[in-house]
T-cell receptor
Framework: NAGVTQTPKFQVLKTGQSMTLQCAQD?????MYWYRQDPGMGLRLIYY???????DKGEVPNGYNVSRLNKREFSLRLESAAPSQTSVYFC????????????FGPGTRLTVL | AQSVTQLDSQVPVFEEAPVELRCNYS??????LFWYVQYPNQGLQLLLK??????LVKGINGFEAEFNKSQTSFHLRKPSVHISDTAEYFC?????????FGTGTRLTIIP
């Protein structure tokens, strides 16, 4: 089992460009999440999908959109990147909801110039 | 508002010495508490979790944590650390349908 995979690993964007971060899990989990990690701020939830077909905003959703493509895949889109979105992005999944153990991908390091 | 406080941002410890990483939670309705570890350039992985029952929770790699309701604490301990324990450690609190992470403690092991 690969667990949770994310692509790309690194990305550099110019302000205003768009991109999609891809995430897939092979553990048959119902819930998937997108976090951003910034120095001194821990992890902050951007969006989550409690189950296939549903998505909800987390703590810091502005500037992002998500798509739960199927049970395995959950993508995060930046429509018009800003320097404030420079961060490390983690995708995670869990069996059912936030109270369960989360399994994290290796992260995408994004720099917006 | 729910919050998790990790009192130390960095903790240096000599190899084979004991360590305690401190975590305090503020939610009056905290249900579950977690410790996650992040090794360099990797995602987080679960060390241990407290759901209910015994207040002393044992996790992987020799770590344990004690839930103390009166002090609203969930400190992480290991009696003897190894170089491989060098990582960042995050405490997290689930309550009111929300999971809140602390800001992390970077553990550095000194040979």
């Amino acid at each position: 089992n690969a667990g949770v995979t994310q692509t790309p690993k690194f990305q550099v964007l110019k302000t205003g460009q768009s991109m999609t971060l891809q995430c897939a899990q092979d553990m048959n989990h119902n819930s998937m999440y997108w976090y951003r990690q910034d120095p001194g701020m821990g992890l902050r939830l951007i969006y989550y999908s409690a189950s296939e077909g549903t998505t909800d905003k987390g703590e810091v959703p502005n500037g992002y959109n998500v798509s739960r493509l199927n049970k395995r895949e959950f993508s995060l889109r930046l429509e018009s990147a800003a320097p404030s979105q420079t961060s490390v992005y983690f995708c995670a999944s869990s069996e059912m909801g936030l109270a369960y153990e989360q399994f994290f991908g290796p992260g995408t390091r994004l720099t917006v110039l | 508002a729910q919050s998790v406080t990790q009192l130390d941002s960095q903790v240096p410890v000599f190899e084979e010495a004991p360590v305690e990483l401190r975590c305090n939670y503020s939610s009056s309705v905290s249900v579950y508490l977690f410790w996650y570890v992040q090794y360099p350039n990797q995602g987080l992985q679960l060390l241990l979790k407290y759901l209910s029952g015994s207040t002393l929770v044992k996790g992987i790699n020799g770590f344990e944590a004690e839930f103390n309701k009166s002090q609203t604490s969930f400190h992480l301990r290991k009696p003897s650390v190894h170089i491989s324990d060098t990582a960042e450690y995050f405490c997290a609190d689930f309550g009111n349908e929300k999971l809140t992470f602390g800001t992390g403690t970077r553990l550095t092991i000194i040979p």
